[in-house]
């Protein structure tokens, strides 16, 4: 069973930055695909951005399209730490975060919500304008 404790979170401006971490407890941390993900209010839960392991300590990141080149993920395997740097922080931005974490079979869609076994309790970022 993994536990995840995202923190981080907070009111910002727009044009500003936040940087969100995840904790992980568990077992081996860094097998696990980890995931972020957002939900605003009054909508679906949505992908932003995913590091997925590649054998050799090499790492994948992927990202949806509306936070590319704004956002990025990394993660310290010997802190069992995964964090999310979101700079130039837009109004639409604003959202509850999650932090997942997967044994993804390589190919796996990193973007599907349902096939991350363990989720945190979220932390919410506000963008104002």
């Known amino acids: 069973q993994v536990h995840l404790e995202e923190s981080g979170g907070g009111l910002v401006q727009a044009g500003g930055s936040l940087k969100l971490a995840c904790a992980a407890s568990g077992p081996p941390f860094s097998g696990y695909t980890m995931g972020w993900f957002r939900q605003a209010p009054g909508k679906e839960r949505e992908f932003v951005g995913a590091i997925r392991p590649s054998g050799n300590n090499i790492y994948y990141t992927y990202y949806a399209d509306s936070v590319k080149g704004r956002f990025t993920i990394s993660r310290d395997n010997a802190k069992n730490m995964v964090y999310l740097q979101m700079n130039s922080l837009k109004p639409e931005d604003t959202a509850v975060y999650y932090c997942?974490?997967?044994?993804?079979?390589?190919?796996?869609?990193?973007?599907?919500?349902?096939?991350?076994?363990?989720w945190g309790q979220g932390t919410q970022v506000t963008v104002s304008s």
């Open positions: 997942a974490a997967g044994a993804l079979a390589y190919g796996s869609p990193y973007d599907r919500a349902g096939l991350y076994n363990y």
